[in-house]
């Protein structure tokens, strides 16, 4: 069974919300999660995790939430420290605001340019489409679970 480190970012609680429905999902079919509001990459570093899963919203113009940005930082400053890991990005956003999802972009694209393993392609999760976003995720959850 898989050790997974969900990561949160969030500023009006709406990712705190889908990473909980993910994690109940993730604990349901027997893995274990760690689901981490301030993560670090010590805490990255600090366990054998089978897999990193992402889930952000964006704010700003583009960007990271604040609990979620020292985490890109750290990963951006010492990218060969980043582990071979498997990871997955639940990026949520509005299609209202330029730059998309601008968040889990920016992970996307900073894992693609580290030794980490993209399980399955992000999923997007558009505030002007769906009111039910947990329920989007736990589609895509099951994919990426099942890629692991
Ligand atoms: C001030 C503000 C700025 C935002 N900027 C963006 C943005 O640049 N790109 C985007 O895709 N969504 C943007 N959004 C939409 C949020 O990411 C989206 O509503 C998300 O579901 C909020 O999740 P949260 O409650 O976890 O923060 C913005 C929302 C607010 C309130």
């Known amino acids: 069974m ?43 570093n600090a366990n054998e995790w089978d897999a990193l899963l992402v889930c952000t919203s964006t704010t700003g113009r583009g960007n990271i939430p604040q609990n979620l940005r020292e985490f890109y930082n750290e990963l951006d400053a010492s990218r060969t420290l980043i582990p071979a890991i498997k990871y997955g990005i639940v990026a949520l956003g509005s299609s209202a605001h ?24 992000k999923v997007t999760i558009d505030a002007t489409e769906t009111k039910t976003p947990d329920r989007d995720a736990k589609f895509w959850l099951k994919e990426f679970l099942a890629a692991l």
């Not at 604990?27 to 670090?40: C, F, L, P, W």
């Not at 999802?101 to 399980?119: K, T, Y």
Request: proline content about 1%; overall charge negative.
């Open 98 to 121: 330029t730059n998309f999802c601008g968040a889990g972009v920016s992970f996307e694209v900073l894992l693609e340019d580290s030794s980490a393993q993209c399980l399955v392609p």
């Open 2 to 44: 898989a050790n997974i480190y969900l990561v949160v970012g969030s500023v009006t609680g709406t990712a705190t919300a889908v990473a909980a429905t993910l994690k109940k999902d993730i604990e349901a079919v027997g893995h274990s999660v760690v689901v981490d509001q301030q993560a670090s990459l010590a805490a990255l």
